[in-house]
């Protein structure tokens, strides 16, 4: 059994071309008027980058109202963006700073880009003191336009949109691994203890606590696997050292051995505390996936096929995804029974998943074209620029 | 000491407990969150517990006191002796943490059930009086800044005695702070929470660990 | 009845998010950080290096020196206090001065150092303490956020840990 959907389950034409390119309609709109910008940016390599971003995410979506599936699609840009974003953060570190590392200079003069990781533990110390533990700045700087204002307010308004489904349309480090999870074919790894999902929230718990009690974003000087690929504070002492082989370690376990062994997300699911922070505002979003018991034959591809372990034998039973469910929507496209469904809370579950998908969808797009799709923009201009 | 002078001493010692408090709150929180958590539901043992562990921090709090008066001032300011205590007593602190965190496994657990897994998590002992006596005189003795800011104010005075009411009226002004940590009930305890809790309480541990071990390594090596 | 209400009410939240998505990049995400940048916060002074208290004007240059920082009792730095030469391309080939960190009238330390040509050199500052209040030190070796001597893109900017008395730990 293949724990993801390999192959689109359901009929190649679920609909018309003529129908999907109206749906895809607002979508095109919308991305020419987040692109139009770029279109008239002096630097050709820019201006060509968003016409193949806005082109690539206009025809995923497209894909994804002809053939009635999201999973794959959605997993062909959030890889890309994955993959390509450090190659855009690191151009644009090289050509500020000349390295990938950041000094203890650079910090104390505001310079480290404000990363949304942070923001579990800013709350405690900015509660007691105003504070905010993150050597950044508050507003944007010349050296610093990734400042901690603009990059709060940025995620609070994805998160009113998203919700968890931050982590399937949003987080820049997430495909990194989704895409060395779909190298394999068949894991190797299958069974793994459920309890793993709770780490999540027990190193949430730990970092929040260590943070208020040391006042310092403890995640980010110790335990973030993506040092390795964005920022790193320079080695200049054995703490420094020590810190680095951490990054190291977990990054290459994390996000490239185990996610090819076990075809999950395993940095997402069993370890971001971000991710688990993230799941809270489920609880208010709209959208969420169903399973509806009626058609459910408990077959255990749904389980199997979900990339974070967010559905268990008890959640299926009770119609149910966990908390942890990023909508990314592996479970609905290999359910052959239709049975895991996009739901909006609030109206039965089943007969209006089509609608359900689709509202959520345009807002979900939207956001992914706006936000990552300007990262892909950059990453891919950087790269025009070094072959032109 | 004339009567005015033990008057403005206790208001000092319990306005400096007050106003320390939220530092203590923070500074404790990673070992109490975490073992409150795991702690069974109900406002009763909790509050029990939490009492139990007050004490044992009272305890920690006077005998320190007791130290800080026989050494006169010099122990928070004399380097060598405060690393090698704080290393110690942070390593410590990690052991208790472990302990309540990864239990024993037990041959019959649902984690030995399970065949192939990753990792086995054993079952935790029941935490009782004694683990909360454990953590309460480990983070007593635990040499927090609030902690030393009354250490060497009651230092300065007249008397023993004198000092030991001076932290009994510290410790109080602190104590209050811990209130809110039974709120820490309201959360619906299920085996999620608790083994939450618990990996959370061996990261912790794990925490303390490292930073008492490189306390000492670099005590040996530099010294 | 009261499922055809509730669906509604879903539909309604589903299409309010759609509005919401809209909204993001033209009125929301400004809102939210004007928000932020508007909630009185700031970065830790530990970070930041804290607020500038006076300027002393000297020959076509100024010294720079800022309220000192009293970390949070839990925080492991120590106190300092931080002072910057500015501009970059106003300064001497070496400066050797003291200064007064406290604004009392009385100099505090006396600094010197050689200001290189080449951005990239190392910098070696003296620090010579003048009283018991500061700390004297003499290039730095581990550098931390309370001892630290730097270049900025404005000009040179030296951390002077405060003595240990006014340390908590």
């Known amino acids: 059994m293949s724990s993801h959907p390999s192959t689109l389950e359901r009929p190649p034409a679920f609909r018309r071309i003529g129908k999907s390119i109206l749906l895809t309609l607002p979508i095109l709109l919308w991305s020419l008027l987040m692109f139009s910008r770029a279109f008239f940016q002096p630097r050709l390599d820019l201006r060509l980058a968003s016409v193949v971003v806005m082109l690539f995410m206009t025809a995923l979506f497209f894909l994804m109202m002809r053939t009635g599936t999201t999973y794959r699609w959605r997993r062909y840009f959030f890889v890309a963006l994955g993959l390509l974003f450090p190659v855009g953060f690191i151009a644009d570190l090289i050509a500020v700073r000349g390295t990938m590392s950041i000094p203890i200079e650079r910090m104390v003069s505001g310079d480290t880009p404000f990363c949304y990781m942070v923001i579990p533990m800013l709350v405690i110390p900015a509660a007691l003191t105003r504070s905010i533990i993150f050597p950044g700045s508050i507003l944007p700087t010349a050296s610093n336009p990734h400042s901690i204002a603009i990059m709060i307010g940025l995620w609070l308004a994805l998160t009113l949109v998203l919700g968890k489904a931050w982590c399937s349309y949003a987080c820049f480090f997430g495909g990194i691994e989704e895409g060395f999870a779909a190298v394999a074919k068949k894991p190797k790894i299958r069974r793994i203890d459920p309890r793993f999902r709770l780490v999540p929230w027990a190193i949430l718990l730990a970092i929040v606590l260590l943070s208020a009690a040391l006042f310092e974003p403890v995640y980010c000087m110790w335990l973030c696997p993506f040092k390795a690929v964005t920022e790193y504070p320079a080695v200049r002492s054995v703490q420094t050292a020590i810190q680095m082989v951490i990054f190291v370690v977990l990054f290459i376990g994390l996000v490239i051995v185990l996610p090819l062994l076990t075809k999950k997300r395993t940095q997402c699911a069993f370890f971001c505390p971000f991710g688990a922070f993230q799941s809270l505002f489920n609880k208010i979003n709209i959208f969420e996936i169903r399973i509806d018991r009626e058609k459910c034959i408990d077959c255990a591809a749904c389980r199997n096929a979900c990339p974070t372990m967010a559905i268990s034998k008890e959640s299926v039973q009770a119609g149910n995804t966990l908390l942890g469910c990023m909508k990314c929507g592996a479970c609905v496209d290999v359910c052959k029974n239709h049975a895991a469904v996009w739901h909006v809370k609030g109206t039965a579950v089943g007969p209006s998943s089509e609608r359900s998908r689709l509202l959520f969808l345009y807002g979900a797009w939207a956001m992914a074209t706006m936000f990552g799709g300007s990262v892909l923009a950059n990453s891919v201009s950087h790269l025009l620029h070094f072959a032109m | ?223 | 009845m009261r499922k055809s209400f509730t669906a509604v009410l879903g539909y309604f939240a589903g299409g309010l998010t759609l509005l919401v998505a809209i909204l993001v990049p033209f009125v929301l995400m400004g809102f939210f950080s004007n928000a932020v940048a508007r909630a009185g916060l700031h970065v830790d002074e530990g970070y930041s290096g804290g607020v500038a208290a006076r300027t002393i004007a000297r020959d076509g240059y100024r010294i720079v020196v800022n309220q000192p920082v009293k970390p949070h009792l839990l925080q492991r730095m120590e106190p300092f206090v931080q002072v910057a030469w500015e501009p970059a391309s106003a300064l001497p080939a070496q400066i050797s001065e003291d200064v007064d960190l406290d604004g009392d009238g009385r100099p505090d330390v006396h600094l010197t150092f050689a200001v290189p040509a080449d951005a990239k050199e190392p910098l070696q500052v003296n620090v010579a303490s003048l009283n018991d209040n500061y700390q004297s030190f003499a290039g730095v070796e581990n550098e931390s956020y309370s001892r630290l001597v730097m270049r900025t893109d404005r000009g040179i900017m030296v951390r002077v840990p405060l003595s240990r008395k006014f340390s908590t730990r």
Request: aromatic residues 12%.
């Open chain 2, 1 to 223: 000491m004339n009567l005015p002078s033990i008057s403005a001493s206790v208001w000092e010692a319990l306005a400096l407990g007050l106003a320390t408090g939220p530092i203590c709150l923070a500074s404790c929180g990673p070992v109490v969150v975490p073992w409150m958590l795991i702690l069974p539901n109900g406002w009763r043992v909790r509050s029990h517990q939490l009492t139990v562990f007050l004490a044992a921090r009272l305890m920690g709090y006077l005998l320190f006191a007791c130290v800080a008066w026989w050494a006169g001032s010099a122990i928070p300011h004399a380097w060598s002796g405060r690393a090698w205590a704080f290393g110690c007593v942070q390593l410590l602190l990690a052991i208790a943490l472990l302990t309540y965190a990864i239990g024993w496994p037990k041959t019959r657990s649902c984690a030995a059930e399970s065949g192939r897994r990753l990792v086995q998590i054993g079952v935790a002992p029941q935490p009782g009086r004694t683990g909360a006596a454990t953590l309460g005189f480990l983070t007593g003795i635990n040499l927090c800044p609030p902690f030393l800011v009354a250490g060497v104010r009651a230092s300065q005075l007249g008397s023993l005695p004198a000092a030991l009411v001076f932290f009994v009226l510290f410790f109080a002004g602190t104590a209050v702070w811990f209130a809110p940590f039974l709120a820490l009930g309201f959360v619906q305890r299920n085996p999620a929470i608790a083994t939450v809790a618990r990996i959370a309480a061996a990261l912790l541990a794990c925490y303390y660990g490292f930073l008492g071990a490189s306390t000492l390594i670099a005590r040996i090596i530099y010294v």
